[in-house]
């Protein structure tokens, strides 16, 4: 059964913007943190960006910070990413992820710590 659904992939010049959503289909996002992962080709799954389940907190990598910005609206269920500047080093499969409840954000680089996954959806960066 699918937990979360991704969308918003696509194929975009270098220095384009996307937006990416997941929306949470069989439960209520608003009790979980909710990361971003992504995964290049033929490396391992990392994660790149987390928001507490508030909205108040959030969390980048370094080697997005300042070019993607992670939102939610609980109202409807859905948390997003917001992607500019991109580069072909971002090109990859992008996963959200509720977070474990007794991790939250902490370790949010490690996709250990996703409990509910969405199927990826794929961007791709042309340079």
């Known amino acids: 059964q699918v937990q979360l659904v991704e969308s918003g992939g696509g194929l975009v010049q270098s220095g384009g913007s996307l937006r990416l959503s997941c929306y949470a289909a069989?439960?209520?996002?608003?009790?979980?943190?909710v990361g971003w992962f992504h995964q290049a080709p033929g490396k391992a799954r990392e994660g790149i960006s987390c928001?507490?389940?508030?909205?108040?907190?959030?969390y980048y990598a370094d080697a997005v910070k300042g070019r993607f910005t992670i939102s939610r609206d609980n109202a409807e269920n859905t948390a997003y990413l917001q992607m500019t500047n991109l580069k072909p080093e971002d090109t990859g499969v992008y996963f959200c992820a509720a977070m474990y409840p007794t991790y939250g954000c902490s370790n949010y680089h490690s996709p250990y710590v996703g409990d509910h996954w969405g199927q990826g959806t794929q961007v791709t960066v042309s340079s």
């Open positions: 069989a439960f209520r996002m608003d009790e979980f943190a």
């Open positions: 928001i507490d389940k508030s909205g108040q907190s959030t």
